[in-house]
């Protein structure tokens, strides 16, 4: 059976800057002054497309005093990942199949 493609998470993981922020969290778990100076980005447009993350579940966060740490949430991801191979495998099968046009 076919797992299905999440297209609202793909939407959200298109933006580059979540994008980037995904792969500097699936190395190690950062708080946002760390995200601030790996990417360039403004503090109030990191906390913006952090905000968009966490919504979607994919990030989640622990307060440590007073700086929030952000983590990728792995299952997630595996998830995302597992239907997109599903759709590969789906591709590769039905390499040989082509409808007749009318």
């Known amino acids: 059976m ?18 980037r922020i995904m792969t500097l969290l699936a190395r190690e778990t950062l708080c946002t002054t760390h995200l601030v100076e790996e990417t360039g980005a403004r503090q109030t447009n ?7 993350l966490r919504e979607a579940g994919v990030v ?9 740490y952000h983590r990728l949430k792995p ?3 595996a ?3 597992g239907g997109l191979a599903d759709l590969a495998e ?3 099968t039905a390499a040989g199949n082509k409808r007749a046009c009318p």
């Open 60 to 68: 989640e966060t622990e307060p440590c005093g007073r700086f929030t």
């Open 46 to 52: 990191l906390s913006n497309h952090l905000r968009v």
């Open 90 to 92: 789906s591709v590769r």
């Open 75 to 77: 299952d997630v991801i």
């Open 2 to 19: 076919m797992t299905s493609v999440d297209t609202d998470l793909i939407r959200v993981l298109a933006d580059p800057l979540r994008l």
């Open 79 to 81: 998830q995302l990942a």
